[in-house]
């Protein structure tokens, strides 16, 4: 197991030091990708400036704590970028194009290697720049955060990840079923509108849902609560149980889809 | 020439009802949309406790920002836009230089056709809406032909923006990302999910001197009544300025570009 683990990180290694000449090749791009995020950054900050001009707070959510509550959204779509964003929507075009065929015969996991093949490196600088603003700001906020609350705060931000992982990659999934999915990705972003928004807008039924069924709220309201309100272990024990069912989902479709490809276009 | 023009239009519009699913997450995507903002506004109107904010009750807000991201899908572009830059990028354009017909031409009627799907979709289920909240939408029936009269507008000035950042592919090769940013940006900037009257008064002020008040604003203050019909005369004035200022903005790339090409790809 131990032995399998170091394999898959070494594997991963050589993938990032892969994209990264990939990517440098492309300096350009490299440049441009970073300015698509100032953009995503911005509109979203404008947006909540828009609300905040008409109300005080969103729930629980002060303006400081939305503020607090957005970096940490955008550093959630930074760091999956980094790790996923690249893979995840390449499935549906493996699929249709039979792709998938080549991946299949290497000798390694082959959801793993679907899943990490390619490190979107510019995502480093985001991560880097956001990591800092986040720092800052939590230091200037008008109450104290201490240790502790940054350490469930990085645990329930991984866990996070993992769940946007999940989900973007079984929505990607569905091109074994449908043949040809191109719309996957315009769902996901739509599905995960619900995690760029503060929990404490919704109530009732639906916020348990979002907790629960739908775990959109565990992927950045949650850790931002953990960060600003203090750790909540109940709610830390619930997102673990969620992000290991969600995996465990993941991998079951995943080879529930490579039963159904019959690799038509290869 | 037209019939040359609407056989395009034919061709993408049969091939958009193979995709059936892409009008399925349409309607996902306006519905899911609406109920998120529905959840923030719900939150201020309660917490603040108003009846109404700047001239908008809740239930007049709803409709309002449900018909301006029905609009705003309409006139925004991924599909079209990302097939013209290929174009260009892969030489795939010179097929057009040799044949009597118009670059402009022909993709627009693709950008139509390709959206004609939810043309169909979002009519039926603006009919539903009429039903169901009557009074909120077109007051009278002159609304509903300046509703028309002004989407269509909307729909050529963002295909003539389009265009002229498409075109700038002839000097830059890949101009993806500008395109992925404006379209971010304009989800917002455009109003598809405030509405512009409730941007801060010197953002306001901003917007009004640009062609972004006629892509979504216009058409869904005419179909809901808040614009005075003394004022559609002005807009729609305006509005075609905007078209042919853009359009003829467009061809000047075009034709600058195009003695620039050099058919790499091809």
Not at chain 1, 164 to 193: A, D, I, P, Q, R
Not at chain 2, 57 to 81: A, D, N, R, Y
Not at chain 2, 208 to 220: A, E, Q, S
Not at chain 2, 245 to 250: K, T, Y
Request: aromatic content about 18%; overall charge neutral; some cysteine.
């Amino acid at each position: 197991m131990r032995l399998m683990a170091l394999r898959l990180i070494h594997l991963w290694l050589a993938f990032f030091r892969n994209s990264l000449s990939r990517n440098m090749e492309y300096k350009m791009n490299f440049i441009l990708d970073l300015f698509i995020d100032a953009i995503f950054y911005g509109s979203y900050f404008f947006f909540f400036s828009v609300i905040f001009s008409y109300v005080d707070s969103l729930g629980d959510f002060s303006k400081d704590a939305v503020i607090i509550f957005l970096i940490i959204t955008y550093l959630t779509d930074s760091v999956f970028v980094f790790f996923f964003g690249s893979n995840t929507f390449q499935v549906n075009r493996m699929v249709v194009k039979g792709d998938l065929d080549l991946l299949l015969l290497k000798p390694v996991n082959s959801l793993f290697f679907i899943s990490f093949r390619y490190v979107a490196t510019y995502s480093i600088i985001s991560t880097i720049l956001l990591s800092g603003l986040l720092l800052r700001l939590t230091y200037i906020y008008p109450a104290p955060i201490g240790f502790i609350n940054y350490l469930v705060f990085f645990i329930s931000f991984s866990m996070g990840i993992l769940i946007l992982y999940s989900l973007e990659f079984l929505v990607s999934c569905l091109v074994f079923w449908y043949k040809n999915f191109s719309v996957g990705g315009w769902l996901c972003s739509e599905l995960t509108k619900y995690s760029r928004r503060p929990d404490s807008i919704y109530s009732g039924t639906l916020q348990k849902l979002l907790f629960s069924f739908f775990p959109m709220a565990m992927i950045s309201s949650l850790p931002a609560r953990m960060l600003i309100f203090g750790p909540d272990y109940y709610m830390l024990l619930a997102q673990l149980f969620i992000t290991t069912l969600a995996l465990l989902l993941t991998i079951f479709v995943w080879n529930q889809g490579l039963i159904r490809y019959d690799s038509a276009s290869s | 020439m037209i019939k040359k023009y609407t056989a395009v239009l034919k061709i993408n519009w049969i091939h958009a009802l193979e995709y059936r699913a892409n009008a399925l997450v349409g309607v996902v995507a306006i519905l899911s949309g609406l109920f998120i903002e529905y959840q923030i506004w719900n939150l201020i109107f309660l917490s603040q406790g108003v009846e109404s904010i700047k001239g908008f009750s809740f239930q007049e807000l709803m409709i309002f920002i449900f018909l301006s991201i029905m609009v705003g899908q309409l006139k925004s572009s991924w599909h079209t836009s990302g097939e013209m830059i290929e174009g260009i990028r892969t030489g795939d354009i010179n097929k057009y230089l040799i044949r009597p017909i118009s670059y402009f031409n022909y993709h627009f009627m693709m950008f139509i056709g390709v959206n004609s799907l939810y043309y169909t979709v979002y009519s039926l289920l603006l009919l539903v809406t009429i039903i169901v909240f009557p009074g909120l939408l077109f007051p009278s029936i002159i609304n509903i032909i300046g509703f028309i009269l002004a989407l269509s507008i909307s729909v050529f000035l963002s295909y003539s923006i389009y265009y002229i950042m498409i075109c700038c592919a002839f000097w830059f090769g890949e101009v993806r990302a500008i395109i992925v940013a404006y379209n971010l940006s304009m989800i917002i900037l455009s109003g598809q999910y405030i509405p512009i009257r409730l941007f801060p008064d010197n953002v306001l002020d901003i917007i009004k001197l640009t062609p972004l008040l006629y892509l979504v604003d216009f058409p869904v203050s005419i179909a809901t009544g808040r614009m005075p019909i003394e004022d559609w005369g002005f807009n729609f004035i305006v509005s075609i300025g905007w078209c042919i200022i853009m359009w003829f903005i467009g061809s000047l790339v075009y034709n600058r570009g195009i003695r620039n090409y050099e058919a790499y790809g091809s």
